[in-house]
């Protein structure tokens, strides 16, 4: 599978739209949800957590679901989960890179064509993210683009943690993956 990257942002660009996204709504939080820290999505996912365990039962008792029940800037971020979807959905359109896939070639060269196994590995991963991101009382993403905004040591440190732990979890998933073999 050959990749067309001419139709790809340059990577200046996406980054003057993330500092300018990270501004914005740390003005546009402090207005409205009286809040002084910066935006995640985390909360976004607690919120709908607690949304349906108050609607349903048994899951509104959960430490971390009522934790997020009781944040009123939850609600915000659950806007924000709206947002990314619009706004890759968008994107993707706009550049003409919309593909929807079930199993990326990348995957199946290394581990079939098994669409169970594929979502299994998903679903797997998912849960592992989302239990960290709960422990953590965070995401990852929120922790690198906020706190190496903010010339925060202990993100910066976290950051270089996270990648070196993907690199580390491809190179296991993907072993002879090199180079540009991802584009062949």
């Not at 365990?53 to 924000?80: C, H, Q, T, W, Y």
Request: aromatic share 14%; glycine share 14%.
């Amino acid at each position: 599978m050959k990749v067309d990257n001419s139709k790809e942002w340059h990577w200046f660009t996406g980054g003057i739209l993330v500092s300018l996204l990270s501004v914005a709504t740390y003005f546009i939080f402090a207005a409205i949800a009286d809040r002084n820290y910066p935006f995640g999505i985390t909360a976004g996912f607690g919120y709908i957590a607690a949304f349906f365990g108050n609607m349903f039962g048994g899951l509104s008792e959960n430490p971390v679901i009522k934790r997020f029940g009781e944040k009123p800037d939850a609600f915000i971020e659950f806007f924000i989960l709206i947002g990314l979807i619009a706004g890759g959905y968008t994107a993707s359109k706009i550049s003409g890179t919309l593909s929807p896939e079930n199993i990326p070639a990348v995957w199946e060269k290394y581990h079939g064509k098994s669409l169970v196994k594929r979502y299994v590995f998903v679903l797997i991963g998912s849960v592992l993210l989302g239990y960290g991101a709960a422990l953590a009382g965070g995401c990852t993403t929120g922790n690198i683009l906020q706190g190496w905004a903010h010339l925060s040591l202990g993100s910066i440190v976290a950051g270089i943690s996270f990648f070196a732990a993907g690199i580390i979890t491809a190179k296991i998933l993907y072993p002879k993956l090199g180079g540009n073999d991802a584009s062949n």
